[in-house]
């Protein structure tokens, strides 16, 4: 299990480095890019867990739905002048106080908690035989077929909205 | 440090929603503070992930794909509205629009 331990800590390196270039980059597409480093990063942690079916969403879906409609708007806008001035705001020093506070917060519930998350056998998730899109596919379609239905006129809604607010006129 | 434990995980998730916060807080561009959304949103899949792994059971898994369908509706609507935006104000920093501030 040497490789899952060296995997975990390549793709950790990967999410939490796109992470802070995604926030520290002056250009905007190259935080775009950074960011698409860092979705990949959790991509790769998804596939350590046997979540095999978000790895294949999470690479459709965020790397080439989301960025790439990133991408676009960072075109459409201009952003020559964003780029110039200056990047972050006045309360930086504040904001970096406070997230260092919930921070230490996590961190010590994390220490205090440690035990209470004790390692499962490794006995596979999908112990009848069927595969992770399978299993997924008995939850989604059953008891979670009204949230399902619901998601889905939640993105007709957003597609609608985005339209209406990006179009000149109606 | 050897066995991946799901603790590794959740600190994991911790670190990667406090970059986004941190962004979210400190940034002008607000195609950068959309950005940071996406990275905090991915820290809460992370999580439901691991604790989906740790239960051995998937319905952490499903609240994953309800929370990465929420983030596309979210990045969609977020950049209409820049868009609007900028075609209304020419800025895309977030402390220039001001209209509403005392």
Same mark, same amino acid.
């Given at each position: 299990?040497? &490789?899952?331990?060296?995997?975990f800590?390549? =793709?950790?390196?990967?999410? /939490?480095g796109?992470g802070?270039? &995604?926030?520290t #980059?002056?250009?905007?597409?190259?935080?775009?890019? +950074? %960011?698409?480093? +860092?979705?990949l990063?959790?991509?790769? %942690?998804? /596939?350590?867990?046997?979540?095999?079916?978000? =790895?294949?969403?999470?690479?459709?879906?965020y790397?080439?739905?989301?960025?790439?409609?990133?991408?676009f708007?960072i075109?459409?806008?201009?952003?020559? /002048?964003a780029?110039r $001035? #200056?990047?972050?705001?006045?309360?930086?020093?504040?904001a970096l106080?406070?997230a260092?506070?919930?921070?230490?917060?996590?961190?010590?519930?994390?220490?205090?908690?440690?035990?209470?998350?004790?390692?499962?056998?490794?006995?596979? /998730?999908?112990?009848?035989g069927l595969?992770?899109?399978e299993?997924?596919?008995?939850?989604?379609?059953? $008891?979670?077929?009204?949230?399902?239905?619901?998601?889905?006129?939640?993105?007709?809604?957003?597609?609608?909205?985005?339209?209406?607010?990006?179009?000149k006129?109606i | 440090m050897?066995?991946?434990t799901?603790?590794?995980?959740?600190?994991?998730?911790?670190?990667?929603?406090? *970059?986004?916060?941190?962004?979210?807080?400190?940034r !002008?561009?607000?195609?950068?503070?959309?950005?940071?959304i @996406?990275? *905090?949103?991915n820290?809460?899949?992370?999580?439901?992930?691991a604790?989906?792994?740790?239960? !051995?059971?998937?319905?952490?898994?499903?609240?994953?794909?309800?929370?990465?369908?929420?983030?596309?509706a @979210?990045a969609?609507?977020?950049?209409? *509205?820049?868009i609007?935006?900028f !075609?209304?104000?020419e800025?895309?920093?977030?402390?220039?629009i001001?209209?509403?501030?005392?």
């Open positions: 299990m040497l &490789t899952d331990t060296i995997l800590y390549v =793709f950790a390196g990967l999410v /939490l796109g802070v270039l &995604t926030i #980059r002056r250009n905007a597409v190259h935080s775009a890019i +950074s %960011l698409i480093v +860092s979705l990063g959790v991509a790769g %942690l998804y /596939l350590l867990q046997q979540a095999e079916f978000l =790895f294949a969403v999470q690479i459709v879906l790397v080439g739905g989301i960025m790439v409609l990133f991408l708007v075109m459409l806008v201009n952003l020559d /002048l780029a $001035e #200056r990047q972050f705001n006045r309360q930086w020093l504040l106080v406070a260092a506070a919930v921070g230490a917060q996590i961190g010590y519930f994390l220490y205090r908690g440690k035990a209470a998350f004790h390692i499962a056998d490794t006995g596979a /998730l999908a112990a009848s595969g992770n899109t299993v997924l596919a008995d939850h989604l379609f059953s $008891e979670y077929l009204l949230p399902f239905e619901i998601a889905s006129v939640l993105l007709l809604v957003a597609v609608v909205g985005s339209v209406v607010m990006a179009k006129r | 050897h066995p991946i799901t603790v590794h995980y959740l600190a994991l998730s911790a670190a990667l929603l406090l *970059i986004g916060t941190v962004g979210v807080l400190t !002008r561009n607000i195609v950068i503070i959309l950005m940071s @996406e990275l *905090i949103l820290a809460v899949n992370l999580n439901l992930i604790f989906s792994q740790a239960l !051995r059971d998937v319905n952490g898994q499903i609240f994953a794909i309800f929370v990465i369908t929420d983030a596309v @979210e969609a609507v977020g950049l209409g *509205i820049l609007a935006l !075609r209304n104000k800025t895309v920093l977030a402390d220039e001001d209209l509403l501030k005392w």
